[in-house]
């Protein structure tokens, strides 16, 4: 189960962008988003199914994988790509029975100790952080820092790590150096609905150029 993370991983809120998942989605995509999140925590199951399966939809005929936070029955129900957990959210170990080995089960974790012990769970990715300050989260861990970061991406060997929390253009450089394989963000990329495509290039862009600088 090789599971090849792109070095951006962007995130939908609706709040903060004002549109829909669907219409995020369309923008993300037309940036160059290969694998995203769907992200929200207060929309009824109800409300969201319905929006989860039009954004799936428009995954699917572009060939975008999506992957939905914390709601296993509704990445279940639809047959979506992946689900992404937290700490309080269903056992790794039972969301792995439940979707198959062929689902991507990524889990977010905000210390060492938590990465340590994810290490170890039936995961594809784990997702580290707040690595920066970040206001989108509610009630967010402590700041984590790229220190810490480099530390998880010993830790986890060779699991592919996502660095997530205040991640911009302009710092996710320093991420991906740390060790992170993908910067996962949302309010640098969605917070401004006319520009998701062209943050979304932007940040693909940085990345090309930092692969090539690696090389
Ligand atoms: N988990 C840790 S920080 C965070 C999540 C979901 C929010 C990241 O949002 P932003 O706007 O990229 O800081
Ligand atoms: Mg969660």
Request: glycine share 8%.
């Amino acid at each position: 189960m090789v599971f090849h993370l792109p070095k951006v991983y962007p995130i939908t809120d609706t709040n903060l962008s004002g549109l829909s998942h669907a219409e995020q989605i369309d923008r993300l995509i037309a940036g160059g988003a290969t694998l995203i999140q769907l992200r929200d925590k207060h929309a009824a199951s109800r409300d969201l199914y319905p929006q989860a399966e039009v954004a799936l939809q428009i995954a699917r005929k572009h060939d975008v994988r999506l992957i939905i936070n914390d709601r296993v029955d509704v990445a279940l129900a639809l047959g979506a790509d992946g689900v992404h957990l937290g700490q309080t959210d269903m056992p790794v170990e039972a969301a792995r029975r439940l979707l198959g080995e062929r689902v991507i089960v990524g889990i977010s974790t905000h210390n060492l100790e938590q990465a340590k012990l994810a290490a170890n769970m039936p995961v594809d990715y784990v997702a580290f952080g707040p690595i920066f300050k970040t206001s989108t989260k509610e009630n967010p861990d402590p700041i984590a820092g790229l220190e810490a970061l480099r530390g998880v991406r010993t830790i986890v060997g060779s699991l592919p790590v996502v660095a997530i929390g205040g991640i911009t253009l302009a710092n996710a450089g320093e991420a991906w150096k740390a060790g992170a394989d993908a910067v996962s963000s949302i309010a640098a990329l969605v917070s401004d609905p006319s520009r998701i495509a062209e943050n979304m290039s932007q940040m693909l862009a940085k990345s090309q150029a930092y692969i090539e600088k690696q090389a």
